[in-house]
């Protein structure tokens, strides 16, 4: 155990739903460690609340469950009191999970017949109410969630969805209830267990729905959300709002965005850097396929510029030349080949003293934080709703990084991002 044991244990199924729970956390109080999969001995900061963050969201259940379960026994030999197993606003899942399996597998380690779960993130958009769940103003089903390659989600009744994925009775904590506060909440749970409920879906449509309902979970060993319930969890430990949960290191060194997300958010926000007249590099991909040392090319380029403020190499591009990538040399290929390449600059650029950073793309986060070789990240406070700054030790010294996925922030995010800092 560390020698200050934290508060609350959260284990999230993705790497950018991590770095959202846990500003969530830090806006509401608590100081947060975000680390990258499962650390291998004890936690080295003194923090209130650690995000485990995964990859287990789309791959099989058993793996899932195995990952969540090795990350649950990491995180209560920390301490933690409460457990917290954060998935996607949409509640992204397979027909077979992994919410379901995952939820059971950590009910039953931690030996508790009653856990909630609700995606609900009305500062997103995200609302749940009579079990459906809405995003932004139509249903999930409508929402062009429908159509997600790995997730597609076709039916907005979170009662059902999570039925058909578990073997407990799952039930509804709906809005009269959380409407009417904790006791009205811990009321309705009473009755859902009476009825052999083990898990309750719980509508929720406004943030003060889930601060009401943050003190009805304060004994409940598991809880399951989005990063939306978070925002009501560090009261219950006596926590309240305060700048010293996002204070960072002073920021030093060079600065830098690589842009690997081709969302509409991102190809905005490339161009609004570039018409600011700050100096941008665009990555061909299919160049470096025919063998450019696209890297090395990149690094000798941002060399000079980098002393005159921060530089944009960017492999962002608009959906029509990214088909045709994808088209010429298959959609995992190009994209594999464009994470390695922004990674080697990442890298790249860090032993050339960049110690601000900022990453665009969920998927281009993961490969730079891997080829930067960063474990645990310290998170600071928010640029923008679900991203914040983050401070972390590399090899080449200390570093300030964010890591925005693709529809995140405003247009002016990556100049907004360092004037922050400063
Ligand atoms: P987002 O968060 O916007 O989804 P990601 O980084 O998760 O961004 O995903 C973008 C994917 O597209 C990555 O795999 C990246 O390598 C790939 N990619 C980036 N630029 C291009 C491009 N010009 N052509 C084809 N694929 C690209």
Redesign the pocket.
Known sequence: MPSQPIKLGCIADDF?GATDLANNLVRAGMRVVQTIGVPEGNLNAEVDAVVVALKSRTIAPKHAVKQSLNALQWLRGQGARQIYFKYCSTFDSTAQGNIGPVTEALMAALGTDFTIATPAFPDNGRTVFKGYLFAGEGLLNESGMQNHPLTPMNDPNLVRVLQAQCQSKIGLIDYRATAMGADAVRARIAELKGQGVRIAIVDAVSNDDLLRLGPALADMPLVTAGSGVAIGLPANFGLAPTPQASALPPATGLRAVLS????IA?NKQVRHFIASGRPALALD?LRIASGQDAAAEALAWAEPNLKNGPVLIY???EPD??KS??HQLGVDA???M??RT?GAIARGLAERGVRQLVVA?????GACVQALGITQLQIGPQIDPGVPWCHTNTAHGALHLTLK???FGSEDFFTKAFAQLA
């Open positions: 950018t690997g997300s081709c969302s991102t991909p492999s962002t591009a030349t990214v990538v994808q190009a994209g594999a464009v994470e922004l793309g969920g998927e281009t986060s996925s693709g529809n």
